[in-house]
């Protein structure tokens, strides 16, 4: 049996068996053992798995001792120590080696694809739709990230609560151990080996974050702890300094509140105003209004590229010329973006960019704000501290540029290390590839959850990404979330602080799965087929 026998075996199998039900863990051990795997050893040449990005110059010659371009992966005894035995997986990249990828070496970004034509059939309804192209291979995607293997309540873990945050891949979570065994130091400041260490490290992270959003300058790059701070910083720092009564800010109705209530404070304290764009019954923005909004009082327009709670896809770049052209300055917030498409800060041309790391597979408190340089330049520092000055006497400091005048103190270095390895992970899949297969996930998904009588789609724009809204007829937000559960189905139910966008469409909550790549047409399958049976209970009354 090949790889690709396997998967579709796999597929099958776990397609069909709603009563066999959480089998995935006993399938991959006879898939391992049908594999014929021989086991990993460091006797044997380990496998290295590349790390994109890693041609990035380093500040200094390389010591030889910063992080490796290509990581040796730990041997089998590592990594089961690393995980309970239930959850050890040897990792993609090892246990399905050469087996049928076209002689790519496994841990090429090819691997996760498989060749046109002998993707793994998909059964029933996924079927109608048209494949990705080059399809994903699903199944390696998965064993990359040991949480997905997972039981809850009796039931292998179907995790679609993506928009709250993802999950890491176990290059992430190597990526931390390593920093932690070879590298831990406080950075930029001593003389010594280690420091060395996670100063590279943490700076080629900042370049590969640059890489991502294609800003033209890593100095554009600050770590911070997730948008919300990132938001607050702007807000704080440049909205003191250049808002003042009879100024205007305007937001969408489609925002978070991390991107309302900032600027809510702000005014409050400076006597600005907050103007609202409206969204239509499908919950796009309004164009026309917005256009209207906008006048020469207008100083700031900030609005999400991607709605976290309907899913909607805002025309960023048109909005943020519109801004433009009245001369205020824009904040997108990309927090719900990155995660599935190509991020391109200098085509989009805004003036802030912001998102958090544990939303693209990456660790919790560590985030980003974009900034073009002059703008980040001109702006006061937000927190006074160690590493953001370039001197100090008790009369007067001066102040580094940025990033280093807005990165006060100790941060989150490990994390912000591990943001990198994450960016690689999704670089290696390819952001495209992503976009492509979360869309078709996502029309199907639709469709399955329109089919269902007295669900109420809430976001029905032709351009979304990530998120399906709905209520149910008859149930609470909450029933629904807690029957979910109760068969090992992770979405969120509730006002997904985003509140104003929820009562527009005359709702407190709604339930929300939200997708990622690793998700599959059997995920969306059994969500439908759940929400079916909890009709189903209420109607037997
Ligand atoms: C999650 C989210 C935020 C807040 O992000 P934090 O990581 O909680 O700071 C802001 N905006 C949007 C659109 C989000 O989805």
């Known amino acids: 049996m090949n790889t690709n026998e396997f998967n579709q075996w796999i597929d099958k199998v776990s397609g069909e068996a709603s009563a066999y039900v959480p089998d995935i863990e006993s399938l991959t051990q006879m898939g391992n053992a049908l594999f014929n795997t021989p086991p990993l050893s460091r006797s044997t040449e380990p496998p290295a798995l590349t790390v994109p990005g890693a041609e990035v110059s380093h500040s200094r010659p390389a010591t030889g001792s910063s992080y490796p371009s290509t990581i040796p992966l730990p041997c089998e005894a590592e990594l089961k120590a690393l995980f309970t035995p239930n959850q050890y997986r040897a990792p993609a990249h ?19 694809f498989l060749d046109e034509g002998i993707a793994p059939e ?7 739709i048209p494949a990705a192209h080059p399809p994903f291979d699903i199944h390696a995607i998965r064993r990359d990230f040991p949480i997905l293997q997972e039981h809850v309540n009796g039931h292998s873990l179907v995790w679609l609560d993506n928009a709250a945050t993802t999950q890491k891949p176990q290059a992430v979570i190597d990526r931390l151990t390593y920093f932690y065994t070879h590298e831990n130091s406080n950075i930029h400041r001593a003389a010594h080996e280690l420091a060395a260490r996670a100063t590279d490290a943490y700076e080629e992270s900042r370049n590969k974050v640059r890489q991502f959003l294609n800003a033209a300058s890593t100095d554009e790059i600050i770590f911070l702890r997730g948008t919300t701070e990132a938001i607050n910083l702007v807000a704080q720092s440049w909205g003191r300094q250049h808002i003042s009564a009879g100024d205007e800010i305007i937001i969408t109705w489609l925002e978070h509140h991390a991107n309302i209530v900032p600027w809510q404070m702000l005014c409050n304290e400076t006597g600005a105003r907050l103007r609202v764009v409206p969204v239509d019954e499908d919950g796009q923005v309004l164009l026309e209004e917005y256009q209207k909004l906008l006048n020469s009082h207008t100083r700031l327009v900030a609005f999400s590229q991607v ?15 519109m801004a433009h052209r009245v001369g205020a300055r824009v904040l997108v917030d990309g927090a719900q973006s990155v995660s599935h498409m190509r991020v391109d800060v200098q085509q989009l041309d805004c003036d802030w960019f912001v998102f958090s790391g544990h939303k693209v597979f990456g660790p919790t408190g560590i985030g980003v704000l974009y900034g ?18 370039q001197d100090v006497t008790f009369e007067k400091t001066a102040y580094h540029g940025a990033p280093a005048r807005f990165e006060a103190g100790t941060g989150n270095i490990a994390d912000a290390v591990g943001l990198g390895a994450a960016i690689d992970y999704v670089e290696r899949i390819g952001l495209e590839n992503i976009s492509r297969y979360e869309h078709e996930l996502m029309t199907y998904a639709t469709g399955c959850l329109k089919s269902i009588a007295g669900l109420r789609l809430i976001g029905t724009a032709p351009d979304k990404a990530g998120v399906l809204s709905f209520t149910l007829k008859d149930f609470s937000t909450e029933e629904v979330g807690t029957a979910l559960n109760r068969e090992g189905i992770a979405v969120r139910a509730g006002h997904h602080c985003a509140q ?24 969306i399958d059994r969500l439908a087929a759940a929400i079916d049976r909890i009709r189903g209970k209420k109607n037997a009354f």
């Open 94 to 112: 090892i246990s399905l080696s050469d087996s049928d990828h076209s002689g790519h070496p496994p841990w090429e970004s090819s691997f996760y």
């Open 307 to 321: 709605s976290n709670a309907l899913g909607t896809i805002t025309p960023a770049r048109q909005m943020v010329e």
């Open 500 to 523: 104003p966008i929820l009562r527009r469409f005359g709702v407190e909550s709604t339930v929300r799965p939200s997708l990622a790549f690793y998700n599959t047409y059997t995920d």
């Open 122 to 128: 998909r059964h029933d309804r996924a079927a109608q």
């Open 372 to 389: 073009k340089t002059e703008l980040l330049n001109d702006t006061q520092p937000w927190q006074g501290g160690g590493n953001m000055i």
